[in-house]
């Protein structure tokens, strides 16, 4: 997956269109994000205990890898990232727009 937790991302459709946030969890196998601060969803809970008295909760609902792109670190700019390998073995990720490591 090309981009990772704590990856600084912009939303590129939807409602939290043009917004950005730090990438909180990552869950490569369904391709989805939790992103600060985006797709927030209102939750009502039930209380369950004495310290739990329940209410509304704001939390954040994963959106989709495809919605979003990577605001690369080093030129500011939402981008798509390429992987470049290293020769002492493995690979790193660059940005194709200026070309810089981002790892
Ligand atoms: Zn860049």
Redesign the pocket.
């Known amino acids: 997956m090309k981009i990772r937790k704590n990856d600084n991302v912009i939303v590129i459709v939807g409602k939290d269109k043009g917004k950005t946030g730090t990438v909180r969890y990552a869950y490569p196998h369904k391709k989805r994000l939790v992103v600060e601060g985006i797709n927030m969803m209102k939750r009502h809970t039930k209380p369950r205990t004495a310290t739990d008295p329940g209410g509304v909760i704001h939390r954040e609902a994963s959106i989709e890898i495809s919605n979003v792109r990577l605001v690369?670190?080093?030129?500011?700019?939402p981008?798509s990232v390429g992987y470049r390998p290293l020769k002492k073995g493995g690979k790193v990720r660059f940005?194709k727009?200026?070309?810089?490591v981002?790892d």
């Open positions: 690369c670190s080093k030129c500011n700019k981008t940005c727009h200026c070309d810089e981002v």
